[in-house]
């Protein structure tokens, strides 16, 4: 065990708890979507639809999305800060992964609720 | 010639052979890599996974054409890929956890929890895909 004063802005903690509370989430869903697909033995546009309009499935639902887009924001950052090191290239990937990730919630929520 | 002139023949390990046939990637290695790759190209399909979704809930149709078009072969291959891709992440996933909580930490319990997330995910891919097709 390492007692050591931990300094600044404790982000990479918040980051690296987040990553793992989120895979937690979509674990539990990935679950509960295996189980929902293998009792549906025949799956019909009319089950598929129902499923999607029931209230809870549509707050799972975004809340895996939500939970996907806040993991795969700190995985890609990590493959970015690896692999790119020119600062103005790196800061605009960045950015336009938070954009595109935003961008997906708000494509869910009009998906689930049309 | 004195004989610290003469040059010393010295193993050279960065030529392709070496590469490919010689420097081995340890099995949690492999694990780690792969969930790097799955993890990125689940990313980059997430567009593509929404718009099925989006697509499959308009109409009977569309979600009818969704099927057809999954029985394509290189939908069938892309889909496959992504099933295996999700599979891989989940089960690392849960082996990084574990890791976390400092179980199976020692090298002989780490290379077998890898080759258990290898073949996990292989397995589940298959019953999936025999399952969807």
Redesign the interface.
């Known amino acids: 065990m390492t007692r050591r004063i931990v300094t600044g802005a404790h982000y990479g903690l918040r980051d690296w708890l987040a990553q793992r509370t989120t895979a937690g989430i979509m674990a539990i869903y990935s679950v509960i979507a295996l189980v929902v697909f293998v009792s549906n033995k025949n799956l019909t546009y009319g089950v598929w639809r129902d499923l999607f309009s029931q209230g809870w499935m549509r707050v799972a639902t975004l809340l895996f999305m939500a939970s996907l887009a806040w993991h795969a924001w700190v995985g890609v950052r990590d493959i970015l800060m690896d692999y790119i090191k020119p600062d103005g290239l790196r800061l605009s990937l960045q950015v336009l992964t938070l954009l595109t990730l935003a961008s997906y919630i708000g494509w869910t929520i009009q998906i689930l609720w049309r | 010639m004195s004989p610290a002139a003469v040059k010393k023949v010295r193993p050279k390990y960065l030529n392709l052979q070496a590469l490919i046939f010689e420097i081995r990637l340890p099995v949690p290695g492999w694990v780690s890599i792969l969930h790097?790759i799955s993890?990125?190209l689940?990313?980059v399909a997430?567009?593509w996974l929404?718009w099925m979704?989006?697509r499959?809930?308009t109409?009977?149709a569309a979600?009818?054409r969704i099927r057809h078009n999954a029985n394509l072969w290189p939908v069938k291959l892309s889909l496959l890929a992504l099933i295996w891709a999700?599979c891989h992440h989940?089960f690392a996933?849960?082996r990084y956890?574990l890791l976390?909580l400092d179980k199976g930490i020692d090298l002989k319990t780490a290379r077998l929890t890898s080759w258990l997330v290898l073949a996990a995910s292989l397995l589940l891919t298959a019953w999936l895909g025999w399952?969807l097709w």
């Open positions: 790097r993890g990125a689940l990313f997430i567009v929404l979704l989006d499959s809930l109409s009977e979600f009818e999700y989940f996933g849960i956890l976390d399952k």
